[in-house]
């Protein structure tokens, strides 16, 4: 039984690992424990010269404490830079395709200019972890570009 189990679940993992990300899809993923309708939203993937693809996306329904502003609460995320490896790791399914941005934004751009510089970040962790780590960084009323 234990076997049969496994199969399973490597079939479902496969299917995933399998995906290919697109622009213009919307995933459900593992989630914070509050943010259970939360979604990602693949709007940007930027494939470099070296063969490294890093996708931009959004994230809604979030529930961003920010105890520095008079807001308190963000539910958008407007921009995260992360690694095929990091979305894979997040993603559960693909819910929904919607019409790719036509424009970047302001986040995106600033973020695009940095990182063919040399000083701008992508990150490899899982969603529901890079949202922890920007609710502490907003918390601390330090944002890092």
């Not at 424009?103 to 973020?111: A, I, L, Q, R, V």
């Amino acid at each position: 039984m234990k076997i049969f189990a496994i199969l399973v679940f490597l079939c479902f993992a496969t299917e995933t690992l399998a995906q290919d990300f697109e622009e213009g899809q919307a995933w459900s993923y593992q989630t914070r424990d509050h943010e259970p309708d939360s979604r990602l939203l693949i709007y940007k993937i930027d494939e470099f010269p070296e063969g490294t693809k890093i996708f931009s996306i959004v994230i809604t329904n979030v529930g961003l404490k920010i105890p520095t502003s008079e807001v308190r609460m963000q539910t958008f995320i407007a921009h995260i830079p992360i690694t095929e490896t990091g979305l894979k790791s997040s993603v559960l399914e693909e819910v929904e395709t919607f019409d790719p941005y036509p424009e970047t934004s302001e986040g995106y751009d600033n973020w695009k200019t940095a990182f063919e510089k040399g000083t701008g970040g992508v990150f490899e962790l899982q969603i529901k972890e890079i949202i922890g780590v920007i609710e502490a960084t907003m918390g601390n009323g330090k944002i890092d570009p």
